[in-house]
């Protein structure tokens, strides 16, 4: 499908189907919808207040124009109210404009540019979201199962402001490295542990890295990571007949920089939990105990294309955490690769151990800050359910970009505390640390535990263990299956610096 903007008359296009916008409460099409209801005679205004259209968020009005304009149908999408219009109702806008195009098998679609000239809305901005809803309400996971449905050819964008063009033509760039991005993330994630070993985020990895100079990808072994000290990445794999690697990848922009970034992934590729096993039904979505490092991998895949001004590592620990007379056993103790010992209380905190490593290693690169994502602890999916993403940090500022980065990418983030008194719950006994808290407050138990491998490098930790992956329809670009969060927020956050 080609997505394309252009200037011209919506009313001289012709096309399957014509796409408009409508708030909610407004007495009579207004704008570009004004114009076409008035070629259509009325008709179109006629027809939507009988079939009691309101306008609301989503909701959708179809109607064919019988040739009194070039467009064969006409379809009006729901703005909702206009004080609740934003950048992310864009996005949502255009998915559903996709869907409906593909139910109805259209071959060109064209539609106004939603959004551009609504208070401080930008047309570079609009454009990019309506990029990003069209390609991931496109988007389908078919390598097991056959789907018949058919996108349009072409997706037009018509604006009459030629100044707008030029800038919603660099929107759809940017919208067509997120989403690119966030597709790359999302075949990693939906891949079942069957075919999803730490061997083939290696692959992926030493894939986007071919042949480009900008990249550079290092993968440490067995021996090499016993040497290192990575207690946490061997401990975790020694169960499984899976092999462990360490995955480090260096972006390096044209013009020399200061400036350098980690972002670091949980990679566990299926998630068991080991000796300290899960109950089956909880085990059923465990091949996305990855999304963490497919994120980074996500980034990583379009990151020549984003060149931002900054050197840019991604690291990763992947591994497999399984139960066999090999496995690491409740109680045992590790050495992580700072040379802190933790008591290994319940082998199903398993992430935790490995990002102790990945933590460790990203410091030794002295980066500005650190990034990590991980699907980390069922207590934030308590805390904040399945669509928001927990953001913890020893840096405010930082803390406070990701957020204004997850606003502007559509993705949903809360920060929560570090509460210094929590951390004695992570105590040990016999070690530096144990790998579990108490019953309660998991997820700020498990950021503290994090943060005792990051030094005094500004750190944000990213539980992202709710809308890495949805078992349920959360909007019209979010379908069920693995989601991509977490990409387009990082991309935000480094096309910024």
């Known amino acids: 499908m080609n997505i394309s903007v252009q200037k011209g008359d919506l009313l001289e296009q012709e096309c399957d189907i014509l796409v408009l916008g409508a708030f909610e409460g407004g007495k009579e ?75 109805l098998r259209c071959k060109k679609v064209v539609s106004v540019l939603h959004g ?89 990895a030493k894939m986007i890295g071919k042949g480009k100079g900008s990249i550079r990808v290092r993968v440490y072994e067995k021996e090499r990571l016993e040497k290192m000290g990575a207690g946490g990445i061997l401990g975790v794999a020694q169960g499984s007949e899976c092999p462990p690697y360490l995955v480090h990848m260096v972006y390096t922009p044209e013009k020399r920089t200061k400036k350098k970034v980690a972002l670091v992934g949980k990679a566990v590729t299926f998630d068991s939990g080991g000796l300290s096993l899960k109950p089956s039904g909880s085990m059923e979505t465990m091949k996305i105990d990855m999304a963490g490092s497919a994120a980074v991998l996500g980034v990583f895949s379009v990151i020549d294309q984003l060149a931002p001004k900054a050197e840019v590592h991604g690291i990763f620990g992947a591994v497999e955490n399984m139960p066999s007379g090999k496995a690491i056993r409740p109680g045992d103790v590790i050495s992580a690769m700072n040379k802190k010992t933790i008591e290994v209380l319940n082998t199903d905190a398993e992430g935790r151990l490995t990002l102790a490593d990945t933590l460790s290693f990203a410091v030794k690169q002295k980066p500005d800050f650190i990034i990590d994502l991980a699907t980390l602890t069922g207590a934030v999916v308590v805390a904040l359910g399945e669509e928001i993403t927990a953001v913890m940090g020893n840096n405010p500022e930082l803390s406070q970009k990701i957020l204004m980065a ?30 579990i808290g108490s019953r309660w407050g998991g997820s700020l138990t498990a950021g503290l535990f994090l943060q005792e491998f990051v030094n005094d490098v500004p750190w944000a930790h990213l539980d992202i263990a709710g809308p890495a992956f949805a078992e349920r329809v959360i909007d019209p670009y979010t379908k069920k299956g693995a989601t991509g969060h977490g990409v387009r927020t990082l991309l935000e956050l480094l096309r910024t610096i």
């Not at 179109?44 to 207040?49: H, L, T």
């Not at 919603?168 to 690119?180: K, L, M, N, S």
């Open 29 to 103: 099409p207004y704008g570009a919808a004004g114009e076409v209801n008035g070629e259509l005679g009325g008709k179109m205004f006629r027809y939507w207040k009988a079939e009691k259209f309101t306008a609301k968020p989503g909701e959708t009005f179809l109607m064919r124009t019988d040739g009194m304009i070039s467009a064969k149908r006409v379809l009006v999408v729901g703005l909702g109210k206009i004080d609740d219009f934003g950048v992310e109702s864009v996005r949502q806008v255009a998915a559903t404009s996709l869907s409906v195009a593909k139910q």
């Open 116 to 204: 551009a000239g609504y208070g401080d809305l930008q047309a570079r901005d609009c454009a990019r979201a309506m990029v990003e809803g069209v390609r991931l309400a496109d988007y389908k996971f078919a390598r097991y199962k056959k789907d018949k449905s058919k996108s349009p050819d072409e997706f037009e964008i018509v604006t009459k402001d030629g100044r707008a063009v030029r800038a919603a033509q660099r929107g759809i760039v940017d919208g067509e490295v997120g989403a690119a991005g966030t597709v790359f993330a999302r075949d990693l994630v939906n891949t079942p542990g069957q075919d999803m070993h730490p061997e083939t985020l290696v692959d992926a």
């Open 406 to 435: 997850a606003s502007a990418a559509g993705e949903k983030m809360w920060e929560m505390p570090l509460e210094k008194n929590y951390r004695k719950l992570i105590d040990s006994d016999i070690a530096d640390l144990k790998n």
